[in-house]
């Protein structure tokens, strides 16, 4: 299959922990975590390989979801697709969050057997 | 895989128990946070009744409204019910 780095940017530390593992059963996916937006925006601000997919909690303090993804947006070059993760997916806070320019939005609680194939599901209708 | 997610599941039901006194006290701005942290994390650990129940008081909170007093009456029920039995 082929090879997806994600990146994981939730502030809940039980949750951001088990995505990661339930990323990381796809052993064509490598993750990246980061507890903030600020810890986000430093990584991606490194030489270490892009994301082909950033994963952004909503709901967040400091900086939000749709913040951070604005603050990505508003880098130099190429960025790569987002998809939102929130508990409060009612369809009018869906649209919301799509028009913001997401491919994706999965509803916390995800399934932790289905999230990788999920992201990757999401990533295939890009372009 | 599974231990891991089993140690994850333990951490959550600790803090589930120290935000348990978070519920209906000052400021409502931890007990919210805490509340929102549940309608998104219970469902993976397990615990999918515990999260469509804080999810009712989240959605209310999103919204502007007070809670009913029956979700949250509901809520602090279902997490005495999981601390208790597990």
């Known amino acids: 299959m082929t090879m997806l780095r994600v990146l994981y940017v939730d502030d809940d530390p039980d949750i951001r922990e088990a995505a990661e593992l ?19 925006l430093a990584l991606l601000a490194t030489d270490a390989p892009r994301p082909d ?10 900086m939000d979801g749709p913040a951070l993804l604005a603050a990505i947006r508003a880098r130099p070059g190429a960025q790569p697709p987002a998809i939102f993760m929130t508990a409060r997916a009612m369809p009018e806070e869906r649209a919301r969050l799509m028009a913001l320019g997401a491919v994706g939005v ?12 999920e992201v990757r599901g999401l990533v295939s209708g890009v372009g | 895989m599974q231990e891991q997610m089993e140690a994850l599941r333990l951490r959550f039901l600790e803090r589930l128990r120290e935000e ?14 805490a509340v929102h942290r549940l309608a998104g994390a219970a469902g993976v650990f397990g615990y999918a009744e515990l999260g469509r129940r804080a999810l009712a008081v989240d959605q209310a909170l999103q919204s ?18 999981v601390l208790t039995h597990g």
């Open chain 1, 22 to 40: 339930c990323l990381r059963m796809d052993p064509d996916i490598e993750v990246q975590v980061a507890d903030s937006g600020a810890a986000a």
């Open chain 1, 53 to 62: 997919v950033v994963l952004l909690d909503v709901m967040m303090p400091q």
């Open chain 1, 106 to 117: 999965i509803t916390k609680p995800f399934n932790p057997l289905g999230l990788a194939a």
């Open chain 2, 20 to 33: 348990q006194s978070l519920l209906g006290s000052e400021p409502l701005t931890d007990a919210a946070v």
């Open chain 2, 64 to 81: 502007g409204t007070p809670p009913a007093a029956l979700d949250i009456a509901a809520l602090a029920q279902e997490i005495e019910r």
